[in-house]
């Protein structure tokens, strides 16, 4: 149980154009989904806090504007990166938990490449 | 504020003990986490021990958890060479988690 997938896992994409990233729990209902960044070698920095049905809560230092975060249903959250630069080629790595739990299950991660 | 540390390398033999080290800041953790991440993939979740434990064992895994000194740390016995990956505390703080930079630990024959 407690399965996050995500899709695609690995992208390559040329700069300006913007990439969506699927993140979706297959066999529990997520109220919450979290996005994170990883750096080569670096921990995982929290960008993002997404509830279902309501608008995300960015931390500190992330772009709303370039990081768009939609967690439509309780079984799947979005991330675009729009308009796409080199500095945003990383690791993406989401997470979801259910209501009332505090623990987090993540997904495979994506691999985002901006040439 | 919250920060949350560990070493950041750790060699091993296989079939001997390995210990990992995390200390954190923030006293408010409900729970406290480890996770284990392997080459190009997300987190696998281990374990994880709630504040007003000191100990949990599950298998080859045992925590122990000192909050007085804010010190985790993750003891994985008959060390194989399949546990080689990065490991991350991460301790919760209600709403988000907080995660430690990693600890990579590299198991030889």
């Known amino acids: 149980g407690a399965v996050v997938s995500q899709h695609p896992s690995r992208v390559i994409c040329k700069s300006g154009t913007s990439v969506k990233i699927e993140c979706r729990s297959l066999d529990f209902q997520a109220t919450t989904m979290f996005w994170y960044r990883q750096f080569p070698k670096q921990s995982l920095m929290l960008m993002a806090t997404s509830n279902e049905g309501s608008k995300a809560t960015y931390e500190q230092g992330v772009e709303k504007d370039k990081f768009l975060i939609n967690h439509a249903s309780l079984t799947l959250s979005t991330l675009t990166v729009t308009s796409a630069h080199p500095e945003d080629s990383s690791f993406y790595i989401c997470?979801?938990?259910?209501?009332?739990?505090?623990?987090?299950?993540f997904g495979p991660g994506t691999r985002l490449t901006v040439l | 504020g919250e920060d949350v540390e560990q070493s950041l390398f750790l060699s091993v033999r296989e079939g001997d003990s390995s210990v990992i080290n995390c200390t954190y800041t923030?006293?408010?953790?409900?729970?406290l986490y480890w996770y284990k991440q392997e080459p190009g993939a997300g987190l696998q979740l281990l374990t994880y021990?709630?504040?007003?434990?000191d100990m949990k064992q599950d298998q080859r895994l045992t925590v122990l958890l000192n909050k007085k000194d804010k010190h985790l740390s993750l003891r994985i016995a008959d060390t194989q060479t399949g546990d080689s990956a990065i490991y991350f505390c991460a301790e919760s703080i209600p709403d988000k988690l907080i995660f430690g930079t990693g600890t990579r630990l590299q198991v030889f024959p």
């Open positions: 021990i709630f504040s007003n434990m």
């Open positions: 997470s979801a938990r259910v209501a009332g739990d505090f623990t987090q299950y």
């Open positions: 923030d006293s408010s953790s409900t729970y």
